[in-house]
């Protein structure tokens, strides 16, 4: 790639960015890829390509290629460091185990059942209160009519026999039967 290639591309790149407004920013923009790539040239980390005599080619070179390196090594390590330290203990290895693999969906999932456990045992309800709870959250309903129950269906108000109100009261009278 050109050097002149390289500065309109990285400008195309920097100026259609949504969100921004970097038109009015042009120069300095400009400015700042162009001393960018002129750093990479004095510091030998781009060469011109051999291969194309007379043209202006350039590839990466050693100290590039090096460079390239250490930033990828120092991401990596900063990944670590950021992400399974700010881990907790009790979800540290099995989540991280699966971030470190790509394995991102497997990653969530795992730390959600880990709290997801941690809050029942915090609760000291065992699996099937547990599972009851889960049931009757999502189908309080049949839920509450299978503990002989009462579920009022709000019609959008806070007061009277069908409000949010009487809803919240049923709610809590619900879990602590299932709790106990």
């Known amino acids: 790639m050109s050097r002149q290639q390289f500065i309109a591309t990285a400008i195309k790149d920097v100026i259609s960015r949504k969100g921004y407004d970097h038109q009015e920013l042009k120069g300095e923009i400009t400015a700042a890829i162009t001393e960018a790539w002129d750093h990479l040239v004095k510091t030998?980390?781009?060469?011109?390509?051999?291969?194309?005599?007379?043209?202006?080619?350039?590839?990466?070179?050693?100290?590039?290629?090096?460079?390239?390196?250490?930033?990828?090594?120092?991401?990596?390590?900063?990944?670590?460091?950021?992400?399974?330290?700010?881990?907790?203990?009790?979800?540290?290895?099995?989540?991280?185990?699966?971030?470190?693999?790509?394995?991102?969906?497997?990653?969530?999932?795992?730390?959600?059942?880990a709290v997801e456990v941690a809050v029942r045992d915090a609760a000291g309800l065992n699996e099937q209160q547990w599972t009851n709870i889960v049931e009757f959250i999502r189908k309080p309903t049949e839920i509450a009519k299978s503990l002989g129950c009462e579920w009022p269906a709000s019609k959008g108000r806070w007061e009277g026999l069908k409000g949010y109100r009487a809803q919240m009261?049923?709610?809590?009278?619900i879990m602590a039967k299932i709790a106990h």
């Open 44 to 113: 030998r980390q781009i060469l011109l390509d051999e291969k194309f005599a007379g043209a202006e080619v350039y590839k990466i070179g050693p100290k590039g290629r090096e460079a390239l390196k250490a930033a990828r090594r120092n991401h990596a390590e900063g990944t670590w460091k950021l992400v399974k330290e700010s881990l907790h203990s009790k979800l540290r290895q099995d989540v991280w185990n699966a971030y470190a693999r790509c394995e991102y969906e497997t990653a969530v999932f795992n730390a959600m059942k």
């Open 169 to 173: 009261e049923a709610a809590h009278a």
